[in-house]
């Protein structure tokens, strides 16, 4: 048996995401051993009316949300304990929802910082109806083979090392969430095991003594001895002896106390629980709990470290007397599927990637691009064509180079309303489209006869210049095989208004003195289409091309750096229309030549 | 619990209608003196001026003056602001109106488990303690108001009569309507006094703890809560305080000077094992530290770097139980770097470091402690199957 917490305890979990993960810790746990998962319903208005997927095996249960703990009693009716997750600032008003319900008996408060009166006014309150409040700051409570409530016990691996799947002797009560898997631990290794575990909470006034739940262990045929953990502060412990004192017991009671340190230390020194401090004019102390756990006749070993032995002794005399026998382990437990990640981590599987990158990593504190933090990109001066580099060329490009990209940027970032590009992106923000949308259809423009002969006229220069072509050679080539030239032409700029913008860069890169030999082509070709032509100039797509296929950049990627420049002015023509709140644009029937058919009649459908 | 200075404790008696002297706390002498020039009781009555700072003994210490005018008050704030007591310097000092009286009373209301208890007694000041049995209870359930005729019923069972006995019984009624309301644990005034002047019971003297965990329901509590101990936090002690309001799960620290045995363990139980460990085996403790609740490595990592900065420590005991969902690999990684920082920083010489632990990711945790050793650390780690405190019987002996 058990007692608390056994196979007929249905739950209901009031609050959210720590509601959740404990849902998931103990479907783990009805998962070992063998049992339907106890939790029935979760009591969380945000999200009331959906479901919280738990998985169960290498399944998932979905558990209902509610609203009210009235509706989730109602829809649950076999519902008859409450654990309570929400905040210390909330805890109050649900825990009190849940203990005026009348299908719940236990309500476990898990929320740590809830103010001393809340947590008295709760106790109260439960002891009026009959029922039991436990916590708050409580780890959970364990019935082995039986319940799990709250998180006690730890992860699997422990649940499974602790023999938590099957009962045993002693029933543990402790204030402390860290200290309750100790002692299971210290039950199993050198006893036959627990029967039920209690955190009872570290706070000054716990809704619960550890005499109610004496008084149940006493109650319940399978415990043989309790073991109690606890601290100075207060006066429980001092109760449990009173009580333990009391009479006859049939129980065996073990008992340790902390805070003997405490009488070499500063007074009024508070230790990790709130409760844990020694009360006015010495009582409460380690010692004076110590002395009347003796007194009753409870085993109280001198130190934490001969718990287990003490622990130890007892199950010896247990086995003797004939009160226990020995337990035979079971030859196989259910293993909990492990996640890919677990999985993962510990070297036992291998997942084909879906995809594949080569460029940049966010799985650190920061992105590394190419392998190099940003932020330490940033700390030694690199700038934004540096970054374009890593991600487009997978290389730091040099100074000098970073200087010419960042020219080609600037000189290409806008002109002006007219082109596709603009007057796309222009005419979505008058229709109140949103910038990513209204940018992208401003990048869509982008082809063959606006910006996007860039990376076309690399591909044709860099070809003539890796196959050693001439001139004549090229435009013959171009002509057969080809069609006009990328980058080369202009609609509105010729040799008698030559484009500023391509002078400029042009300049720029000779006067480096480096070696542009798809530049020096492209500007051959020139001479010979100008000729024929004189709108037939090196355009800025051309010029770009040729400067950055000599630069070394993929040509894949080259149509990029207009995109990318230009997307600055697609922005700012979109923020510009916003800002002056631009109306709907709408053609004028003037400037549409109506060359359809004249109004005529529908003929009969037939 | 959280203490509260005088000050601020006597603003919030004030505010439940408990008469309390004149007082003003002040940063300068000079803000004194500005404050003199427009409060008239400041240059009318007697004044008291007092360290405003969580100190014991202040009497003894000379951060008490009595019976000064403003002039006065004014130079013993000059000579109390700036002075130096152990780790703290003075930054505060309140100043008070003397109120002369003859008869001395005491009251308090604190927590019990059942609910409140008034005590009033019709003795005050050192008279108390040493007559504890003149103490009368009052005692509350939780939840529950004391009657007016009740109140009056302790009053005399303590021994007032005629109207005093009233006006007590009203005193009371309006100490616990404070502890009530402000989430109070505890609130003493003693010595409670009548004025001369008109006859009303004054409280000359505030103890008040305040439930900290009740903070936030009370937007107007704008003062910092003070340390328990008879002493100020140090620096170190309120950084990490930092870092515990900012984070999920728990750091604490609090210096013990003298020590040479440092705390570093997991779980607000278990740390107080291991501490009963190290003074029962003869040790000095460093310090109290804790973290739980998987805090995050960066906020263990500073709690390790102010442990190993604890001067004059021989042992780093770095304990825990059987977690249940603590990190022990991720919280272990904080405690390591904060190791390596200390180490490169010059710390940590000669200084043996104690390693038990048990929880999720215990194996990756306690190997890579163990690969500190290659690192030059002393270091002893130890898992699940070493009892808890036996780390603190290895290190200690002799």
């Known amino acids: 048996m058990s007692i608390l917490a056994n196979k007929d305890t249905h739950v209901v979990i009031q609050g959210g995401a720590a509601g959740v993960n404990a849902a998931r810790r103990m479907a783990e746990f009805c998962y070992l051993i063998k049992r339907p998962l106890n939790v029935e319903a979760f009591v969380y208005p945000p999200d009331a009316g959906k479901t919280n997927e738990i998985p169960y095996g290498s399944g998932l249960i979905a558990i209902p949300i509610y609203k009210t703990i009235a509706e989730a009693t109602k829809n649950h009716p076999t519902i008859n304990t409450s654990l309570v997750y929400i905040g210390a600032d909330r805890a109050m008003k649900g825990a009190m929802e849940a203990l005026d319900d009348s299908h719940i008996k236990v309500v476990s408060m898990i929320t740590e910082g809830v103010p001393e009166k809340d947590a008295k006014l709760l106790g109260a309150h439960a002891r009026k109806l009959g029922k039991v409040f436990n916590g708050p700051s409580s780890i959970g409570i364990i019935s082995a083979g039986a319940c799990r409530l709250g998180v006690i016990g730890g992860a699997f691996d422990n649940l499974v090392l602790s023999k938590l799947y099957r009962e045993g002797s002693f029933g543990v009560i402790t204030k402390s969430g860290g200290l309750s898997n100790e002692i299971i631990w210290i039950c199993s290794q050198f006893a036959d095991g627990i029967t039920t575990a209690i955190g009872i909470g570290g706070d000054a006034y716990p809704g619960t003594d550890y005499v109610s739940y004496l008084e149940m262990f006493e109650h319940d045929p399978q415990t043989k001895a309790v073991v109690i953990v606890g601290e100075m502060g207060g006066d429980l412990e001092e109760r449990a002896a009173e009580w333990y004192g009391a009479k006859k017991r049939r129980i065996k009671l073990i008992g340790v106390v902390s805070g003997f340190c405490q009488e070499s230390l500063p007074k009024g020194m508070k230790f990790g629980h709130a409760g844990a401090k020694e009360g006015m004019k010495g009582e409460g102390s380690a010692r004076s709990k110590s002395e009347a756990l003796k007194k009753s006749g409870a085993l109280v070993p001198e130190t934490f470290g001969a718990l287990g032995p003490a622990i130890k002794d007892t199950y010896q005399g247990f086995l003797k007397s004939g009160l226990v026998k020995e337990i035979i382990e079971p030859v196989s437990l259910p293993r909990l599927p492990k996640t890919v990640e677990e999985a993962m981590k510990a070297d036992e599987v291998v997942v084909a990637p879906l995809i594949r990158t080569t460029i940049s990593d966010d799985r650190g504190d920061e992105p590394c691009y190419d392998g190099y933090p940003a932020s330490e990109l940033i700390n030694k001066g690199y700038e934004i064509p540096h970054v374009i580099g890593l991600l487009w060329d997978k290389r730091l490009i040099s100074k000098q180079e970073a200087e010419i990209i960042k020219r080609i940027m600037m000189l290409s970032a806008d002109h002006g309303p007219c082109v596709s590009g603009a007057y796309a992106t222009i005419l979505a923000a008058c229709a109140g489209i949103g910038l990513s949308q209204a940018v992208a259809a401003g990048l869509i423009m982008i082809g063959p006869r606006f910006g996007g002969a860039v990376t076309d006229a690399g591909r044709w220069f860099k070809y003539a210049v890796d196959n050693n072509m001439k001139v004549d050679e090229f435009l013959a080539y171009m002509k057969k095989h080809v069609g006009p030239v990328p980058g080369i032409g202009h609609r509105v700029k010729s040799l008698r208004n030559p484009d500023k913008r391509v002078k400029e860069l042009v300049g720029y890169v000779k006067s480096l003195q480096i070696k542009t030999p798809c530049l020096d082509f492209a500007l051959a070709v020139e001479q010979v289409t100008a000729v024929k032509k004189d709108n037939l100039i090196l355009n800025v797509d051309g010029t770009m091309a040729a400067v950055l296929v000599d630069m070394g950049f993929p040509v894949d990627s080259l149509n990029g750096f207009f995109i990318l420049s230009r997307t600055i002015g697609l922005i700012g023509h979109w923020v510009d229309q916003k800002r002056q709140d631009s109306r709907l644009i709408r053609l004028f029937d003037y400037l549409v030549n109506y060359a359809a058919p004249k109004r005529r009649e529908v003929p009969p459908l037939k | ?398």
Not at chain 2, 43 to 54: D, G, N, P, R
Not at chain 2, 201 to 223: C, E, M, Q, S
Not at chain 2, 337 to 350: I, T
């Open chain 2, 1 to 398: 619990m959280a203490k509260v200075l005088e000050g601020p404790g006597m603003g919030l008696m004030k505010k439940w209608g408990i008469h309390v002297p004149h007082y003003a706390v002040v940063t300068s002498a000079d803000e004194l003196s500005k404050l003199g020039q427009v409060n008239e009781w400041m240059k009318q009555t007697k004044l008291v001026a007092k360290a405003h700072e969580a100190l014991g003994s202040r009497f003894k210490l000379g951060l008490v003056k009595v019976g000064l005018d403003l002039s006065g008050a004014v130079a013993a704030t000059k000579e109390m602001i700036g002075r130096q007591v152990g780790s703290i310097t003075i930054s505060q000092v309140i100043v008070s109106e003397m109120v002369p009286h003859k008869d001395e009373y005491y009251c308090a209301v604190k927590s019990t488990r059942e609910g409140v208890e008034i005590l009033v007694a019709n003795c005050g000041g050192i008279e108390v303690e040493s007559n504890w049995e003149r103490v009368k209870r009052l005692c509350l359930d939780v939840g529950q108001a004391p009657s007016t005729e009740k109140l009056e019923k302790l009053a005399k069972e303590a021994g007032f009569t005629g109207p005093v006995a009233k006006k007590m019984a009203d005193f009371a009624e309006k100490m616990f309507a404070c502890f009530d309301h402000e989430d109070a644990q505890y609130l003493e005034v003693n010595p409670v006094v009548t004025r001369e002047s008109d006859g009303e019971l004054i409280a000359l003297d505030a103890v008040t703890l305040l439930d900290g965990d009740a903070k936030f329901r009370h937007p107007d509590w704008n003062f910092q809560f003070a340390a328990e101990f008879g002493r100020a936090y140090s620096r170190d002690e309120v950084e990490v305080m930092g870092v515990d309001s900012k984070i999920k799960g728990s750091v604490k620290f609090i210096e013990i000077p003298g020590g040479d045995t440092a705390m570093l363990p997991a779980g607000g139980g278990a740390s107080v094992y291991y501490s009963d460990a190290v003074v029962a085996r003869g040790g000095k403790l460093a310090n109290y530290a804790e973290y739980s609740g998987d805090p995050p490595d960066w906020a263990v990592e500073v709690l390790t770097e102010k442990v190993c900065s604890l001067p004059g420590i021989k042992n780093i005991i770095v304990g825990g139980a059987i977690a249940n969902f603590t990190d022990v690999k991720k919280t272990f990684g904080g405690i390591i770097n904060g190791f390596r920082k200390a180490k490169s920083d010059g710390k940590l010489k000669g200084v043996k470091i104690w390693v038990r632990r048990g929880g999720p990711r215990e194996k990756e945790g306690l190997d890579a402690m163990r690969a500190l050793k290659d690192e030059g650390f002393d270091i002893h780690v130890f898992d699940r199957n070493t009892p808890l405190t036996d780390i603190v019987d290895k290190a200690l002996q002799k």
